[in-house]
């Protein structure tokens, strides 16, 4: 599934430790606009 892969691959970027929940929202909302896109662009 290409679409778990790329949340695998992003959630890995993230810092496993002094995790800000607030930080840690703002990148899950910008993965989630992101996976939005790659859907548009590959016309999932």
């Known amino acids: 599934n290409l679409e778990l892969l790329l949340i695998q691959q992003a959630l890995l970027k993230f810092p496993s430790t002094n995790l ?3 930080y840690f929202l703002q990148q899950a ?12 662009r590959s016309g999932i």
């Open 20 to 22: 800000h929940d607030d």
């Open 29 to 40: 909302t910008e993965l989630r606009y992101f996976i939005q896109f790659i859907k548009y």
